[in-house]
């Protein structure tokens, strides 16, 4: 039973760049939410996918947006990349909208470096 | 606003002392909470929660944690700690009918051999 799968597993960027970080969730969830961890900080929630839609969103600026597919895989997109966008991105997935009692299953993370 | 608060950056333990892992939180109304631990270059991984009944909650690998109304705590705690405990765990969250969840800024544990 495949877990939470994030790729790729590091990447390097210079300002003013684009990324596209992609998540796969545990297999049998269908909710798809990413977070930043920046250094020696706890994960920071950026938003949530659920049926192909945004339904929650942290407070990140709209450079931050992502997509989800039929198959409940995701991806978050990054434009005009800050340093400050320097950090752990970390997928985490788990099973109905507002079942908020279940704990988040998380991927391994992208660590994105900015030069 | 709402906020969880890890007071302590780091705590050190001798192995087969017990261990506690403050915690306490800012959430409105009866918040569901989390710990999970994060191993060096991993994703978080769950230990244990708190849903409702029992203020004891018993999780993953013989850590428990204690919740506090009256405090809004939720201390992590383990009788007897081991050298392979050492990691970072945060402290986590989640409203009721709500879809963030808020973390803390996590607590390094040393457990010395």
């Known amino acids: 039973d495949a877990g939470v799968t994030q790729s790729p597993t590091h990447l390097i960027k210079t300002r003013g760049q684009q990324v596209t970080l992609r998540c796969s969730p545990k297999s049998g969830h269908d909710t798809v939410s990413w977070y930043q961890q920046a250094l020696g900080q706890g994960p920071q929630f950026i938003f949530q996918?659920?049926?192909?839609?945004?339904?929650q969103r942290g407070n990140f600026p709209d450079r931050f947006s992502g997509h989800q597919f039929p198959n409940y895989s995701s991806e978050l997109n990054v434009n005009a990349l800050l340093l400050g966008d320097s950090a752990l991105y970390l997928c985490?997935?788990?099973f109905g909208l507002g079942v908020s009692n279940q704990p988040q299953h998380f991927g391994d993370g992208t660590r994105l470096s900015i030069l | 606003a709402q906020s969880v608060a890890q007071p302590e950056d780091q705590v050190n333990v001798a192995e087969g002392n017990p261990l506690t892992v403050k915690c306490t939180y800012s959430v409105s109304g009866n918040p569901y909470l989390f710990w999970y631990v994060q191993y060096p270059n991993r994703g978080l991984q769950f230990l244990l929660k708190y849903i409702t009944g029992d203020n004891l909650v018993k999780g993953s690998y013989g850590f428990e944690a204690e919740f506090n109304k009256s405090q809004t705590s939720f201390h992590l705690k383990k009788p007897s700690a081991l050298v392979s405990d050492s990691a970072l765990y945060f402290c986590a969250a989640q409203n009721t009918g709500g879809f963030k969840t808020i973390f803390g800024a996590g607590t390094r544990l040393f457990v010395k051999a």
């Open positions: 996918y659920y049926e192909e839609e945004e339904r």
């Open positions: 985490a997935s788990s």
